[in-house]
Every structure is written in structure tokens, then in C-alpha cells.
């Protein structure tokens, strides 16, 4: 009761502080999301079967916290929503097939359509461009470690080429520097694993990083190439 009378007192600063300016913006998606979390904790506490997986609360909580952002689109709500939305994705994977042995599979599968949605509006400018792709990024490599883990070895490499080739695609256009580092992470730890279950040993991480450090030296001088090229277009 305490948690949800928090969440109401929250939700009532936020319209009462406004959005005239930035700072009173940035305060209200501020308390927009811990509004959203404190009301999301007290339905979960209030619940009389508490072993049951709380997806509708989480969807509760992941609405909320969407409204906020769109009143008030703040790095913090940015966040905020990217963690509810991960929650609710993985809880209605586990609501929806409770016994199932591919949950962890299935669980990765929903990152990785979560991460695309998230770089696909952070390039559309719904998001911070910067912190959503950083967030999309990170989404995405560990959606690929997810299937790694759960021994789904060639999905891993398909999340991962899908993941190189994007990133490069995006940062040709528009050089964000988390897009540069899922990149990297992808190629790195995606050729490290792939030579590492094939030959094993030391020798997948060596090769791993050779082969990115070839491949990163050949696609920076095509990028100085192509911005050299487009310089002298301009001009």
C-alpha cells in the first residue's frame, strides 16, 4: 500500500511539474518511471497467487512507463521503457509456453525482435539516436549470447552477421559510435566462438581478433574512401 501511494504521489508531481522546461522534463520522466516501477512492485506484492509469472503487471508497468516517455522523452524514460520491455517480453514467453524446453531459445528470439524494433525507431528518431542504438546493441549481442548458451550455435552466427552488416550499414550513414561497437563485439566474439567450437583452444580467440582486425582496417579505409569521395562531390 506504502509502494502504491508512492506511485500515485509520483504520478501526480508529474503533471503538476510539467513540461516548460527542460529540466522540469527531464524531473518528470524521471518520476515517470519510478511511478511506473513503484506501481508495477505493489500490484506484483498484492497479487494472492504470488509463484505465478507477473506478465500482466509488467504490461502494466511497460504502459505506463511508454505514456511517460511519449509526454516526456528523456534518457531515463528511454531506459526505463527498454527495461520494461525486455521484462515484458521474456514473462510472456515464460506465461505462454510455461513448460516448454525451448524457453531460453524462445526468450532470445524475442530480444533480438525487441533489439531490431528499438535500432529500427532510434533510426527514425523516436529514441535518442545515440542511446537507442547503444541499447539496440546490446540487445542484440546478448540475444546472440542468449542462443549461444542455450546451444543454438548457428543462430548465434546468423543474429551476429545480421547484426555486422547493419551496424556497418547504419554507421556508413550516420557514424554513431555504438553502432561501430556492436560491430566489433559481433565480429570479435562471433568469429572467437565460431573457430573456438570448431578447432577450440586458444587459437578461436587469436583468430577471432585477427580476423576483426582485418576487417575493421579494410572497412576504415573504404569509409575514408567513400567520405573522401562524397567531400569532394559536395564541393
Known amino acids: 500500500s506504502l509502494i502504491l501511494l508512492m506511485a500515485i504521489v509520483q504520478l501526480i508531481a508529474v503533471f503538476i ?13 524521471l518520476l515517470g518511471v519510478t511511478s511506473a516501477m513503484c506501481a508495477t512492485l505493489a500490484i506484483i506484492s498484492l497479487r494472492v497467487h504470488g509463484h505465478a509469472i507477473p506478465t500482466l503487471e509488467i504490461c502494466l508497468g ?15 524514460g528511454e531506459f526505463g521503457l527498454a527495461g520494461f520491455s525486455i521484462a515484458f517480453g521474456i514473462a510472456g514467453v ?6 516448454s524446453r525451448n524457453n531460453s531459445y524462445l526468450a532470445a528470439l524475442v530480444l533480438f525482435v525487441v533489439g531490431s524494433f528499438w535500432l529500427f525507431l532510434a533510426n527514425k528518431k523516436f529514441f535518442n539516436r545515440m542511446i537507442g542504438d547503444l541499447l539496440a ?15 543454438y550455435r548457428f ?43 570448431t578447432l577450440g583452444g586458444s587459437l578461436g580467440a587469436t ?18 574512401k567513400r567520405s573522401k569521395h562524397l567531400n569532394n562531390t559536395v564541393i
Open 62 to 76: 511497460w504502459l505506463l512507463t511508454l505514456g511517460f516517455y511519449i509526454r516526456n522523452k528523456t534518457i531515463v
Open 17 to 29: 511539474i510539467g513540461i516548460s522546461s527542460g529540466v522540469r522534463s527531464r524531473l518528470g520522466g
Open 155 to 197: 543462430m548465434t552466427y546468423l543474429i551476429y552477421i545480421a547484426l555486422l552488416v547493419v551496424a556497418l550499414l547504419l554507421y556508413s550513414r550516420s557514424p554513431e559510435w555504438p553502432l561501430l561497437v556492436g560491430a566489433i563485439a559481433a565480429i570479435t566474439v562471433g568469429t572467437g566462438e565460431f573457430v573456438g567450437e
Open 207 to 224: 583468430l577471432g581478433l585477427l580476423t576483426s582486425g582485418i576487417f575493421f582496417v579494410s572497412g576504415s579505409v573504404y569509409s575514408f
Open 94 to 99: 515464460f506465461f505462454v509456453t510455461p513448460h
Open 137 to 151: 546493441m546490446a540487445m542484440l549481442f546478448l540475444s546472440g549470447q542468449f542462443m549461444f548458451s542455450g546451444n
